[in-house]
């Protein structure tokens, strides 16, 4: 379609009905910088769609109709800035659709209809700066995704349907210049006793937190609350359960998983503490020989005899903390022994020869036992004949030397 345009730097596509983009329309434009997309009809993103374009800076998708963006659809993209998705139908966002953005520098997700936002997600955006996410339905932010990126200097989530924000969020939002998490369902109750604790009348963090619920404190900015105030409905730490993932017999080598469920309002974070008197906080990343996760899972990898002992589950939040405990048992692996490959080509090879003979032996012994039977032949004392039961076969001598073999039609005449 745009042969011979090699030196193109912008193209304008907006307001069509384009649905589907085939793979290679932009292969003869390697030089474009920006590319007009919006208010068209496009559902799905794929990589094979923006293939050549190398170059490019600014990318306008927004006003469509997507509602995914399969993995890779950016990676060719090295230069990419700025990416518009806004006014869309995005529901999720995972790390695999934002490979190759390295370079980007802005982000703007607005107006879509997300939820979630899956671990890594900004990953690949290590210099990114803005981000736009308000008007979604967000219920949880991930702050600390984000705290390994220092060049975030705006973010936007107003408009949300978030209603506490945990410890670390201050710490998150107080780096960030630009922060706007106005109009969201702030519940101004025991969960956001830490979050407010971190709070101080000279903060650089200033943006309004303007409570929602409940009722005697709706419409008070949680800044001016009393502690007191949030502590109305807390509950201590309760562990319900800790316990084994699983029945089999647990062998040195293979994987430990154990489940530690705790209740609590604010929610409270988990601790385990390993026979070895080693503590490890709950995290969202898996990584290690040991990971605690934040839903309580505890996962042990390549278990030795050191693992064995008593484990301890420890839920703590603001208001007390609580321990429960669990014993395993590591059993040690079962050693085959080895042998060098000479000796177990001679092993193989005796107890083939000794798996023969075998059965040779009962061949012949059966073959024996059918053929030993009484042949001894009595015709008289003067007859001449005498018949020798012998094996094999019989043989009949006569007399007079002759050599009869026995079943002959002679053997029996006399001589």
């Known amino acids: 379609m745009f042969t011979g345009l090699g030196n193109l730097m912008t193209i304008y596509l907006y307001f069509n009905d384009i649905s589907d983009i085939q793979d290679g329309t932009f292969s003869s434009t390697p030089e474009m910088r920006e590319l007009y997309l919006q208010h068209n009809k496009l559902k799905r993103l794929r990589a094979d769609m923006f293939t050549g374009l190398g170059k490019l800076e600014i990318l306008r998708l927004y006003a469509n109709d997507i509602s995914d963006i399969r993995a890779g659809t950016f990676s060719s993209m090295l230069q990419l800035k700025v990416l518009y998705l806004y006014n869309n139908k995005l529901k999720s966002l995972r790390p695999d659709m934002f490979t190759g953005l390295g370079n980007l520098q802005e982000l703007h997700l607005q107006n879509n209809e997300i939820t979630d936002i899956y671990l890594g997600t900004f990953s690949p955006m290590p210099n990114v700066n803005r981000v736009q996410l308000f008007a979604n339905r967000i219920t949880i932010f991930p702050f600390e995704y984000l705290s ?113 469920n705790a209740s609590g309002i604010p929610t409270p974070e988990i601790t385990v503490e390993l026979p070895s008197g080693l503590e490890h906080k709950a995290t969202e990343e898996s990584g290690g ?127």
Request: net charge positive; glycine share 4%.
């Open 148 to 260: 390994d990126i220092q060049t975030l200097s705006s973010l936007y989530l107003d408009n949300n349907q978030m209603t506490t924000l945990p410890p670390v969020a201050y710490d998150v939002l107080s780096s960030i210049a630009d922060v706007q998490i106005h109009n969201n369902h702030w519940q101004c109750d025991c969960r956001m006793v830490e979050f407010r604790l971190k709070m101080t009348k000279s903060s650089s963090f200033d943006e309004p937190i303007t409570c929602s619920q409940p009722d005697n404190l709706s419409g008070r900015n949680l800044i001016d609350v009393n502690l007191k105030d949030l502590m109305t409905d807390c509950q201590k730490p309760n562990i319900t359960r800790f316990a084994r993932i699983g029945k089999y017999p647990l062998i040195q080598g293979m994987t430990l998983r154990l489940f530690c």
């Open 289 to 415: 020989r040991v990971t605690v996760l934040a839903n309580g899972t505890i996962i042990v990898k390549e278990v030795t005899a050191q693992d064995s002992g008593q484990y301890a589950c420890i839920a703590a939040n603001s208001i007390d903390s609580t321990k429960a405990y669990f014993s395993a048992v590591i059993s040690p692996k079962f050693l085959v022994p080895s042998f060098p490959l000479p000796i177990l080509n001679i092993l193989y090879l005796i107890a083939a020869v000794a798996g023969t003979l075998v059965v040779v032996a009962i061949v012949l012994a059966i073959w024996c036992k059918c053929c030993r039977k009484d042949r001894s032949v009595a015709v008289g004392p003067d007859s001449g004949v005498v018949v020798l039961n012998t094996s094999p076969p019989a043989v009949m001598y006569s007399g007079h030397g002759a050599r009869v073999a026995w079943g002959h039609p002679m053997a029996m005449a006399r001589v």
